[in-house]
C-alpha cells in the first residue's frame, strides 16, 4: 500500500455515533462542570441570592392584592388603598431591577465560563498529534468547539442558577396558597398529575429530536467543512449537483429533526396552558361557590386565580430547563472524552537540553506505519553531518514524506530511534525539537492575516526588519512593496488574492525568517512556475549556508548540487550516493533521470 493510502487508511471513528443524549443529569459530569464555576463562586452566591429575591417579590403580588381588596377596598379605605398600590409599585420597581441584575451576572458567568472551557479544550486540542486530526473531522472538532460548549452556556447562565429562581418561585406560591386556604389549594393542584403524564411524554419525545438534531448539526458541520475546502475539485470535476443533493439529504435531516422538536413543543406549551386554564375554572367554580356563601373573600379568590397562573409558568421553565440540562449532559460528555483523551505523543517528564543546534541527524533502524503494521518505511538507517545537504528521491508513496514526519515528531516510530546531535529526539521537548527546524511544504497554508504576520506567524522575536530581510533574500520584497498595504496587506483566507508561487514564496521567507539549524524542503518547488522557481535556486544556496538541509523532490533538476542524494522504495532505501555517482550506478536514480530528461524534451 501507498504511503499516502496508508496514511488515510484510518480505523473508523470511535465516536461516529457520539450524538446520543444520556441522562438529564450525571452527578459525575455536573461535579466536573462546577468545577468551572469555581473561580466565580462568589458571584454564583450573589446571583442564587438574586434569584431567591426575585422569587420572594413575585410570589408576594397577589397577596398584596388580596389585601388590598379584602382589607381596603370593600371597606372603602383609600388612603390604605393607595399605601398599598405604592408598596405594589416598589415591589414591582424592585423586583425589575433584581431581575435585571440576576439576568446580567448570570449571563456574565456564562460567558466567563465558557471561555475558560473553550481555551482549555483548544489548548488541549493543540497537544494531540497528527494522527488524531487524520482520524477526526475537522468539522467535529469545530462543532465541540462552538455547539456544544454554547450548549454549556445555556446551563451555566440559563441553568443551574435558573432553577434555584423557579424552585423557590413554586415555594413561594404554595406557602401563600396554603396560608391563605389549604382546601382551594389542593383543587388548584388537582391538575398537578396530568400536567406530570405530560411533561414526561413530552420529555421522552423531544429527547430523541434533540439526540438527531445534535447529530445531524455534526455532520452537517464535518460536510461543509470538507466539501468548502475542496471546492476547487468539485468544481473541476463538475460536482456540484451531486455535491448539493449530498448536502440537500443532511440539510433535510436536520430540519426534520427539527421540526420534530418544534411539533413537540407547539403541542406541549399550549397543553400546560389547557392544564393551567384547567386549574384556573376550578378555582372560580369551587372558590366562586365559597365566596357567595361567604366562606371565602373576593381578595383570596383573585389571588388564587393569580397564583394558579403563576404556578405552571416556573413548571413549564423546568421542563425547559430538563433539555437543556440534558443535552448540556451529552455535550459536556463528548467535551471531556476528549479532554480526557491523552495526547498519543508527550514531552518527556526529564526533558534533555538540545543547547545550541549543531544540525547533525542520524535514523537508526527506524520502522514505521500510519496503520498498525502496515510499515511505509522498514529499517532506514542514515546520517547526515552538520551542515549537509541531502535530497530524499523515489517514487510516490516512497516513504519521503514520512522522514520529515518523524524528525518533526509529528509522528512517533514503532522501531528504532531518530537523533539530533546525538539525542533522542523522544527525549527533548517537542517545541524546542521544532524550534530547530524549517519545513517548508508542497501544501501552502497561508492564515487570513497580513504578508507579514504570515511570514513571523505573530511572533514578536521577530522583528519588521528581520521580516524584511527575509523576504529580500527570497526575492520577493520587490512584489510585496508594490502592494497597496506593503507588508501589511491581507491575503485573505488561504492566500486566495495571491498565486500559488506568490504563496509558496512567502511560507519559504517564513521558515527562513525562524532562522532554523535543520531545514527541510518538502516539494518546496514543485507548485510554482519557472520565473518563482529561478527566484528560490537563486536564494537556496544562502538559506542553506550553515544549515543541515533535507530536500524531498520530484524535479531530480534542484537536487544536483546536493552532498548526498539517498534514493527511497518501498519504504526502504535502496541507494545512497552523489547526482553523478548515481547516474553511473545505472540504478533507479539513474532510470527517473533519464525518464525526466527525456520527457522536458516532449
Known amino acids: 500500500m501507498s504511503e499516502e493510502n496508508s496514511k488515510n487508511t484510518v480505523e473508523p471513528d470511535e465516536n461516529e455515533q457520539e450524538e446520543v443524549l444520556g441522562k438529564a443529569y450525571d452527578a459525575r459530569l455536573m461535579k466536573r462542570l462546577i468545577r468551572y464555576l469555581k473561580p466565580y463562586t462568589k458571584w454564583v452566591v450573589l446571583a442564587i441570592a438574586l434569584t431567591v429575591g426575585v422569587a420572594l417579590l413575585s410570589t408576594v403580588r397577589p397577596y398584596l392584592t388580596k389585601i388590598a381588596i379584602d382589607d381596603y377596598i370593600v371597606n372603602k379605605d383609600a388612603q390604605g388603598l393607595k399605601n398599598t398600590i405604592l408598596v405594589l409599585l416598589g415591589t414591582l420597581i424592585l423586583q425589575g431591577l433584581l431581575q435585571y441584575t440576576m439576568t446580567y451576572l448570570t449571563q456574565w458567568i456564562g460567558q466567563k465560563t465558557i471561555f475558560d472551557l473553550r481555551m482549555e479544550l483548544f489548548r488541549h486540542i493543540q497537544k494531540f498529534s497528527m494522527k488524531f486530526f487524520d482520524k477526526n473531522p475537522v468539522g467535529r472538532l469545530v462543532t465541540r468547539l462552538t455547539n456544544d460548549i454554547e450548549v454549556l452556556n445555556e446551563m451555566f447562565s440559563s441553568g443551574i442558577v435558573m432553577v434555584f429562581a423557579d424552585v423557590f418561585i413554586i415555594g413561594g406560591i404554595l406557602f401563600f396558597m396554603f396560608s391563605l386556604s389549604w382546601q382551594l389549594t389542593l383543587i388548584a393542584l388537582s391538575v398537578v398529575f396530568p400536567l406530570i403524564y405530560a411533561t414526561v411524554i413530552f420529555r421522552k419525545k423531544v429527547r430523541i429530536a434533540f439526540r438527531d438534531v445534535r447529530f445531524y448539526l455534526a455532520k452537517m458541520n464535518s460536510f461543509l467543512q470538507e466539501h468548502i475546502s475542496g471546492i476547487l475539485v468539485v ?350 550506478y545505472g540504478g533507479i536514480y539513474s532510470k527517473l533521470y533519464q525518464l525526466q530528461y527525456k520527457e522536458s524534451f516532449v
Open 235 to 584: 468544481k473541476i470535476f463538475n460536482k456540484e449537483k451531486r455535491t448539493l443533493n449530498d448536502f440537500k439529504k443532511i440539510n433535510y435531516d436536520h430540519t426534520k429533526a427539527n421540526k420534530k422538536s418544534v411539533f413537540y413543543y407547539s403541542v406541549f406549551f399550549p397543553v400546560v396552558e389547557l392544564i393551567g386554564a384547567l386549574s384556573g375554572a376550578l378555582i372560580i367554580w369551587y372558590g366562586g361557590g365559597e365566596a357567595v356563601q361567604g366562606a371565602l373573600t373576593i381578595g383570596i379568590l383573585i389571588s388564587f386565580i393569580q397564583y394558579s397562573e403563576m404556578f405552571f409558568r416556573p413548571i413549564r421553565d423546568l421542563s425547559e430547563k430538563y433539555n437543556i440540562m440534558q443535552t448540556a449532559m451529552a455535550s459536556s460528555e463528548r467535551i471531556f472524552r476528549l479532554l480526557d483523551r491523552q495526547p498519543v505523543i508527550n514531552d518527556p517528564l526529564k526533558p534533555a537540553e538540545l543547547g545550541e543546534c549543531r544540525g547533525d541527524i542520524e535514523f537508526r533502524n527506524v520502522w514505521f506505519a500510519y496503520v498498525k503494521e502496515d510499515y511505509v518505511l522498514r529499517d532506514i538507517s542514515f546520517k547526515i553531518n552538520q551542515g549537509e545537504k541531502v535530497a530524499f528521491v523515489g517514487a510516490t508513496g516512497a516513504g519521503k514524506s514520512s522522514i520529515m514526519n518523524l524528525l518533526c515528531r509529528f509522528y512517533d516510530t514503532q522501531k528504532g530511534e531518530i537523533t539530533i546531535d546525538g539525542i533522542n529526539i523522544k527525549d527533548l521537548k517537542q517545541n524546542e525539537l521544532r524550534r530547530n527546524i524549517g519545513l517548508v511544504v508542497q501544501d501552502i497554508f497561508l492564515f487570513s492575516d497580513s504578508i507579514a504576520n504570515n511570514i513571523s506567524l505573530n511572533n514578536n522575536d521577530i522583528s519588521p526588519e528581520k521580516i524584511k530581510e527575509a523576504a529580500s533574500i527570497i526575492g520577493i520584497n520587490n512584489f510585496i512593496d508594490k502592494l497597496p498595504l506593503g507588508y501589511g496587506q491581507n491575503v485573505k483566507e488561504r492566500g486566495v488574492t495571491l498565486s500559488q508561487g506568490e504563496r509558496q514564496l512567502i511560507t519559504f521567507a517564513r521558515a527562513l525568517a525562524y532562522d532554523p539549524k535543520i531545514l527541510i524542503l518538502d516539494e518546496a518547488t514543485s507548485s510554482v512556475d519557472t520565473h518563482s522557481e529561478i527566484l528560490i535556486q537563486k536564494a537556496i544556496d544562502k538559506l542553506m549556508d550553515g544549515r543541515t538541509s533535507i530536500i524531498i523532490a520530484h524535479r531530480l533538476s534542484t537536487i544536483q548540487k546536493c552532498d548526498k542524494i539517498i534514493v527511497m522504495h518501498k519504504g526502504e532505501i535502496r541507494e545512497t550516493g552523489t547526482h553523478q555517482q548515481l547516474l553511473e
